[in-house]
């Protein structure tokens, strides 16, 4: 990492948490006697997209699950939006505009696409604990439609998720992560058994999201990352290892050894 990027981090740092989509502050998370992460820094602006890096047991997912309260950091904050959300349960976050997608799908395999993304929009609606049969063209319908074609589902819409591809499936959680207007997106793996022209249709996607829907992806394709990322921030043992723009990772000797097998997993 250049010593202007570690300008950039510090100065951002000494300036509170003012206009951070997401800022964490020293975070850690211990299991027993296991340190999966160790004080964690980081500042993400809105509308930012950024990539987390490292190989396997570098603390990414369990970085994402503090993040969004499927368990709770050891020590250390975290803010959403100026808003202090460190002991906030999952759902009140939700609530607040921030998604997840999964490495494993978690999809409803016996609906429909469009059954799937209505379900999402409706999940985080003011009206979800309604009994009435929505309307035809009520606003939710007409939302899980661009949804769909917004990942290019269109011509799948009415196809049960058991019969989609896995890559049509990954761009379906997609579509359901976009539900209800999210500020902010946690990818995990997205990319992870897709085919090439798979992963060309992931990254379309995700370079066409709205400009102000700010996300941090976790992908083992580097390729992948650096491509949809302007931001880069590199994990290992559960801390932070480098931080830079795509090609000042990309170029980093270090980074370049640890990426191809030089670290401890």
Request: include cysteine; charged fraction near 25%; aromatic fraction near 6%.
């Amino acid at each position: 990492m250049t010593d202007a990027s570690v300008m950039t981090r510090n100065d951002n740092s000494a300036q509170g948490g003012a206009g951070y989509a997401l800022e964490l502050r020293d975070i850690s998370k211990k299991f027993g006697a296991l340190e999966a992460l160790g004080g964690i820094n980081m500042t993400v602006r809105p509308g930012e997209r950024r990539a987390v890096l490292g190989s396997n047991g570098a603390g990414k997912t369990t970085l994402f699950n503090c993040i969004t309260g499927d368990f709770p950091p050891t020590t250390g904050a975290i803010r959403f939006f100026g808003e202090d959300i460190t002991v906030f349960p999952a759902q009140e976050r939700i609530r607040r505009g921030l998604r997840r997608t999964y490495q494993i799908s978690l999809l409803f395999t016996g609906l429909t696409v469009r059954e799937n993304v209505y379900l999402a929009c409706r999940g985080v609606s003011r009206g979800r604990f309604s009994f009435i049969r929505p309307r035809r063209g009520d606003a939710l319908s007409q939302t899980t439609e661009e949804l769909v074609e917004t990942v290019n589902l269109q011509d799948a819409i009415n196809t049960p998720v058991n019969e989609l591809s896995y890559g049509q499936q990954r761009q379906l959680e997609i579509a359901m992560a976009l539900s209800g207007a999210p500020r902010f997106i946690l990818f995990d793996e997205p990319a992870a058994g897709l085919s090439p022209t798979e992963r060309v249709e992931l990254i379309n996607i995700l370079t066409g999201l709205p400009s102000h829907v700010g996300y941090i992806i976790i992908e083992h394709d580097m390729d992948v990352a650096l491509r949809v990322s302007e931001m880069v921030t590199m994990m290992h043992n559960g801390r932070i290892f480098k931080e830079g723009k795509p090609a000042e990772i990309e170029d980093d000797p270090e980074v370049q050894a640890l990426y191809l097998g030089g670290g401890n997993e």
